[in-house]
Every structure is written in structure tokens, then in C-alpha cells.
């Protein structure tokens, strides 16, 4: 197997995920490059899951009976991982959604609702970027819908770089938000944060980042990003579907009205009003979810036991093997950055004429699991003339090998359609 200079110890790790085990058609074993969806569950997280259900199931909150009390501990403890995790100042201030989707969607109605000087009126400007997934894009086009603000966004170079040309005409002093990707999940790009930061915060303007594709990944560090708003998922890290993160600064998030009503959210109630629980409580309504929360604590104790400087490390060294083996086959065209430099692991490409739909099932056949479409991220293909794209993506369990399976699935797949 090919040998590059700092890799994890794949052989010991993929022993910690049993779907790595299966066979597929014909015997051919599974090569999932499909990471940037959704990422695989170590055994210890399954079984911490088991247990959780198992042993101390129960709603979390007021119950005073032993199987509440341990199922609340439990809940509370993941938050404090999560808040170690992405060193949030204040365990407060991370707040449990479903998805990414949601701690998305949770932002703009907050700021929809808000009163000056966090309100998104007519006289105000959002701004986002062209590459963002739609979870990043269609929440802030219904915001602008139903307020009248103006929706702008920064462009992409032919490289799949941010357009940074033009950021003084983009954020204005009317910009009351700047919501953009840390990672593409199409194009791989990291992006600067920084010199967005900075200008937003020459206006005055909030920042939110979605850090969906960033968090399982890398090192992530909320205070240094100086955002106001970081939103990431558990699925995509060896966690649990149906878990999702908001992190906000505290004093934001105590003058934000909240998105959703119902019970946990609130301090007291009568038939003619409520006054609402302080945060996170006050933007968790109704039953949260439990178990996957501490599953996602799980989760992050696995990567911690690894070390997301390793697995940053080891994602590097095979992206830049995947980039310079990828641009060995002839017709493909890598959609983003052709090096390795301020990119994520999950490549876009295509290959020829041939539909990414036909690439992709032909490399199921194959075994190989890779996503094609246009991964929630449209205007990137619009921008860049094509349909669809064909993507393969990595994590820490990713091989050398797997990408040679690849390169070699689509020698297949150029074969097959002649």
C-alpha cells in the first residue's frame, strides 16, 4: 500500500467502525468515500448509545426520579464536551438543534424577530457567498423575503476561491449579518475567515459561520474565529444523526428572542403571556434529543482520544495524494482547488461527458460509495457551467488504497462507456 508521511493508523482505527467490514456486490469490499454526508459510527459510540437506552433512558429536566436525574447528567455532560470541544467561553452558549439546518434556520428568524440593533428589516443587507450548501443559502432568501432586505453574496474565482475583489461594495454599513462556510462541501475550499471577520466587523455587522464541514475535521476554536454565530452537525463526526450544534456569543443569545415555543423553553406561563427560560434552555423547546446528544459526546471523546491536529494531519497527506492521483485520469476535471493548500478532503469532479449519476453507479458496482449531484450547493454548479459533480470525500479511517480504488474504478468507468 502506498506509504504517505502523516497518516493515522488506518488498520487499528477501521477496526473501532464495523460497517468498514462489509462486503458488497460480488464479494467486493466496501470503499466508502461518501464522508462529507455523513460520516461512519465507531463501536464506542454505538455503544455508548445502547447503554444510554439500555440503562438511563428517560426525559431530561424536573424529573426527580434516578432514571431523569442520570439521563439529564448525561444530556448536560454532553454539552459541556461540546463546549470544551470548540472552546466556547461559557457552556451556556451552545445550544442543541437537530441538524446544522436547523442552528442555520434558528439564526435568521431569531434576527428576523429581534429588536434593534440585532433586527433584519428593509433598510438592512445579508450577505452569504455563492458557494454555500442551501441550508446556508435558502434561510436568508426567506428571511429577505419576509423583511424586505436586501440578499447579496461574494462570487467564486475560476479556482474555486472566494472573490474577496469587491468586499467593501459587499458589506456595507446597511450588512447586519455575513453568513458564510468555513469549508466547502462541494468545492473543499477553505475559506479566510479573517478578512470577513474583519470587515464585518468594521460595519458593525454579526457573523455566522457554518462550520458543518470544518468541525469533524479540524481544530475548532469559536473565540479565535471571532464569529457570533458557529453552527456544525454530529453526523458528519462520528456521531449520531438528528444532533445538531448552535454555538452564539451569551450576550446575543440573551437578547434574542427565541425561535420555537413550547415546554423547557420557558420560565413561566399564563394565558396571557410567557417569560422564557435564560439560554440555551430558552432555544431548546420541547423534548431535545437525548440520546443523540450524548452520542455526539461520545463522539467527541473518540476524536479527542485521536486528536484533531493527527486527523487534520492525515486528511492533508491524503488529499493531496487524491488531487495529484485524480488529475492522473484523463478527462476529469476537478471542480475547486487543484492543490492541497487551504483545502478540505472532499473533491468534486467530473469526467468527461458522462453524467455523475452514470459515474456513480458504476462505481457502486465497484463498491466504491461516493456522492454525486449537485450536494446542496446549486449555484456552484450553475456557476461553473455543469450539471452535477461526482464526490469523493475522506476522514480518518480513509486510505491510500481506497483512493487507488477509486482512481482505478474510474479507469472502469471510462472503459464501460467507451
Given at each position: 500500500m502506498t506509504q504517505l508521511p502523516g497518516l493515522l493508523d488506518t488498520e487499528a482505527l477501521r477496526k473501532d467502525f464495523p460497517i468498514l467490514d462489509r462486503v458488497l456486490h460480488d464479494g467486493k469490499k466496501l470503499v466508502y468515500l461518501d464522508n462529507a454526508a455523513t460520516s461512519?459510527?465507531?463501536?464506542?459510540?454505538l455503544d455508548v448509545l445502547a447503554e444510554y437506552y439500555e440503562q438511563h433512558n428517560a426525559n431530561v429536566h424536573r424529573g426527580v426520579h434516578v432514571l431523569a436525574e442520570e439521563a439529564t447528567a448525561l444530556y448536560e455532560g454532553a454539552r459541556d464536551k461540546v463546549a470544551d470541544f470548540i472552546n466556547a467561553p461559557s457552556r451556556d452558549e451552545v445550544i442543541f438543534t437537530k441538524n446544522a439546518s436547523e442552528s442555520l434556520n434558528l439564526v435568521a428568524n431569531m434576527l428576523g424577530w429581534a429588536d434593534e440593533p440585532y433586527r433584519v428589516d428593509s433598510d438592512t443587507e445579508i450577505v452569504i457567498?455563492?458557494?454555500?450548501?442551501?441550508?446556508?443559502?435558502?434561510?436568508?432568501?426567506?428571511?429577505?423575503?419576509?423583511?424586505?432586505?436586501?440578499?447579496?453574496?461574494?462570487?467564486?474565482?475560476?479556482?474555486?476561491?472566494?472573490?474577496?475583489?469587491?468586499?467593501?461594495?459587499?458589506?456595507?454599513?446597511?450588512?447586519?449579518?455575513?453568513?458564510f462556510v468555513l469549508v466547502s462541501n462541494i468545492l473543499g475550499t477553505v475559506n479566510p475567515v479573517e478578512a470577513i471577520v474583519r470587515r464585518a466587523q468594521e460595519v458593525g455587522a454579526l457573523v455566522c459561520v457554518d462550520a458543518s464541514q470544518a468541525a469533524p475535521h479540524m481544530p475548532l476554536d469559536v473565540q479565535a474565529l471571532q464569529a457570533d454565530f458557529v453552527a456544525f452537525t454530529g453526523h458528519k463526526m462520528c456521531g449520531p444523526t438528528g444532533i445538531g450544534v448552535l454555538w452564539g456569543r451569551q450576550e446575543l443569545l440573551e437578547d434574542l428572542p427565541p425561535f420555537l415555543g413550547g415546554g423547557e423553553m420557558i420560565e413561566t406561563v399564563s394565558m396571557h403571556s410567557s417569560t422564557y427560560a435564560p439560554a440555551p434552555h430558552k432555544f431548546e423547546a420541547g423534548t431535545p434529543p437525548i440520546a443523540q446528544a450524548v452520542g455526539l459526546g461520545a463522539?467527541?471523546?473518540?476524536?479527542?482520544?485521536?486528536?484533531?491536529?493527527?486527523?487534520?494531519?492525515?486528511?492533508?497527506?491524503?488529499?493531496?495524494?487524491?488531487?495529484?492521483?485524480?488529475?492522473?485520469?484523463?478527462?476529469?476535471?476537478?471542480?475547486?482547488?487543484t492543490t492541497a493548500e487551504d483545502r478540505g478532503a472532499a473533491i468534486s469532479f467530473t469526467l468527461g461527458d458522462i453524467?455523475?449519476?452514470?459515474?456513480?453507479?458504476?462505481?457502486?458496482?465497484?463498491?466504491?460509495?461516493v456522492r454525486v449531484g449537485h450536494h446542496c450547493a446549486r449555484p456552484v454548479c450553475l456557476r461553473y457551467g455543469i450539471p452535477a459533480t461526482t464526490r469523493a470525500s475522506f476522514y480518518l479511517y480513509s486510505t491510500p488504497a481506497e483512493i487507488d480504488a477509486l482512481v482505478e474504478g474510474l479507469e472502469h468507468v471510462r472503459n464501460f462507456f467507451g
Open positions: 461512519q459510527t465507531p463501536r464506542q459510540v457567498t455563492e458557494m454555500e450548501h442551501h441550508s446556508n443559502i435558502v434561510p436568508w432568501q426567506l428571511l429577505a423575503q419576509r423583511t424586505g432586505a436586501k440578499l447579496k453574496w461574494f462570487g467564486l474565482t475560476d479556482d474555486g476561491r472566494l472573490d474577496l475583489s469587491n468586499i467593501d461594495e459587499i458589506i456595507t454599513e446597511k450588512t447586519k449579518i455575513v453568513s463522539a467527541i471523546d473518540y476524536l479527542n482520544s485521536i486528536g484533531m491536529d493527527k486527523i487534520l494531519a492525515h486528511e492533508h497527506a491524503l488529499t493531496e495524494y487524491a488531487v495529484q492521483r485524480l488529475q492522473q485520469v484523463p478527462d476529469l476535471r476537478i471542480i475547486g482547488p453524467h455523475p449519476h452514470d459515474v456513480g453507479q458504476v462505481l457502486d458496482e465497484q463498491g466504491i460509495a
